[in-house]
């Protein structure tokens, strides 16, 4: 994992866009900066990077460089690369220092493109640096910044580039902070046309390179105004740092996302809000959301990995070696240390498929993360298969709780069985007809049979799937199942005392619809019940996790991850009445339950 340092932010570049336009008066010393380098090493980093401003600018560079490679450590740079088009600096940095990571500024493709952005003759040095650097490090990536000076320009940075298989081209929406917030209305583009802008290049740079590359990125935009390109996103995460400190900071601080929004009355059904950035807040407040087109029409994973990273020793009886060391450095949605008999294990996921405020929201409000018992590819007996962590009893006590990511421990109790029974208990008093919604899994047919049998209750069963159909015929000749979507459900099925949803609610493409569809046949006085699970972390050794995410995707996926607070506000202003609800929270399982019944008619 790299640890990024901004050891000031003086720069020999002047761009129109700079972040720290106001403060490149400010840099740290040469003693803090060593400290930050052993600090790095003692939180297990791998790699340390150094940034700005400009890095390459100080005379330490390579004191600092020669102190990181003693440590064991990688070294890597963001810089302009000016200082790097001296064959000899990166001879000394690539090989006494272990130099293997540069990401690197270029705004143009010609002379005159680039320079209007850093207002510097500078763009044949950031050639040759280019030059010098290419093919001897392992991870070289040039970074665009777009701006209302270049956007049009893309293309031709491409062609200069194209030459260059080893290297990774990207392309990075301005973020509107410093002097680019300063003279917002001149240097941040409108974000749709900088989308198009950068699929065109990636494109058309696709379409002419060789098999060996470039490579292409893009970073800052909303997914959903680069279709087919999702998978191109490049941020600090996906260049795994996981932690960073200012100059002006005393100790590391996770990496986050604070920067970027995703607002929640567009993005909150986006199948694709996991890894994508949203947009930035500074360009929210000034254009709004009208730009986003959300997707909804694709599965979202309901569940994630952490694995391990590495030990801290603590023999029986020893203080908390992570409040002893400073507990900022780690991510509190991100990590977390499993309590062991002498030991602390650090877990660290490195999921796309949830935002930071969903991993956090996950990990310590919902308290939704199990340590998995099996060898299987997914859990499909949670009771058999996971064991519910919860912070360990001394963290609650603790008064660096409120920003440390915790202790982990095993709860002794099955919270899934335990759960469970209020589902069980409701449906052995059911009367009357059942309808069910999504019932191709068939969790409750057994406890459905019984009523059935006891001539209590007629059951009609409605799944898309005409194989998962066939299996429950099969094995449950009490039921009459009918293929269809929850969706679209006809008039000829008729009306019922119940309709049932379980564990099947998320699974809905069409939430609005659905519930719409399953209200109007469901008679005045029935009731509606609907039980399913938010998303969970699965503590998982790094083997087991590697299996499971190579394994073929489920078809049979989920299209959200809605709580009963997401999925009641859903319900609002319809003619039911709550009788029931079953959130989830640190001491339950993460299956939710709401029941209600039917008032009157469905408003026109």
Known sequence: MKALIKVGYACNENCTFCHTADIRHLD????????????????GASMVVLSGGEPTMRPELS??????????????????????SYRNVVDELVGECRLRYVYMSLHGGEPKVHGSVVRADTFHKAMQAIENLHGRIPDLTINCVITTANLK?????????????????????????????????????????????????????????????????HDGLPFCLLPGLEHLY???????????????????????????IQPEEVCGDCALRGACPGLYRGYHEIHGASALRPVTDRPRANSYN??????????????????GDGPSPYDRGRTLFLRLKDR???????????????????????????????????????????????????????????????????????????????????????????????????PYLEALARRAAEGHITYV???????????????????????????ELGEELGTFDHVLALRSVNHLEDPARAFGAAIARLRPGGTLTLVDNVAFGLVRSRAHAARAESAPGNHFEHYRNDDAARTARRLEGKPLR?????????????????RYERTGEMPS
């Open 578 to 594: 709550l009788v029931e609800r079953r959130d989830v929270g640190r001491e339950t399982s993460n299956q939710w339950m709401l």
């Open 63 to 84: 004191r600092w460089a020669r102190r990181i490679a003693a440590h064991g450590l990688d070294f890597g740079l963001v810089t302009n690369g000016l200082m790097l």
């Open 234 to 260: 490049d941020d600090l995460k996906t260049h795994r740092y996981s932690t960073m400190i200012e100059a002006d900071e005393d100790d590391f601080v996770p990496v986050d996302d604070v920067a970027k």
């Open 461 to 487: 069963g409605v799944d898309p799937d005409p194989q998962r159909l066939a299996v429950l015929a099969s094995r449950h000749p009490f039921a009459r199942f009918v293929e269809g979507r929850a969706e």
């Open 344 to 442: 602390m294990r650090l877990f660290r996921t490195e999921t796309r498929d949830f935002s930071d405020e969903e991993l956090v929201a996950a990990k310590e409000s919902a308290g939704q993360i199990y340590l998995d018992v099996s060898t299987k590819l997914a859990p499909d007996d949670f009771a058999k298969d996971l064991r519910k962590l919860r912070p360990a009893a001394e963290c609650g006590a603790c008064p660096e709780r409120p920003r440390c990511t915790g202790a982990w421990e095993p709860v002794p109790a099955d919270v899934f069985t335990r759960d469970d029974r209020a589902v069980l208990e409701l449906l052995a008093n059911l009367s009357g007809r059942v309808l069910d919604l999504g019932c191709g899994e068939g």
């Open 153 to 217: 320009h893309l293309k031709g940075l491409v062609d200069r580039l194209l030459p260059f298989p080893d290297l990774c081209i990207k392309f990075s929406m301005t973020q509107p902070k410093g002097a680019a917030n300063r003279a917002f209305d001149v240097i941040v583009p409108d974000v749709s046309a900088c989308a198009a802008r950068v699929k065109e290049a990636i494109e058309y740079g696709l379409s002419r390179r060789n098999e060996r590359g470039p490579r292409f990125a």
């Open 306 to 323: 952490f694995v391990p990273e590495r030990d801290l020793a603590r023999p029986p009886g020893a203080p908390c070696p992570v409040r």
């Open 28 to 43: 740290d010393t040469t003693e803090r900066v060593d400290w930050k380098i052993d600090r790095a090493k003692r939180i």
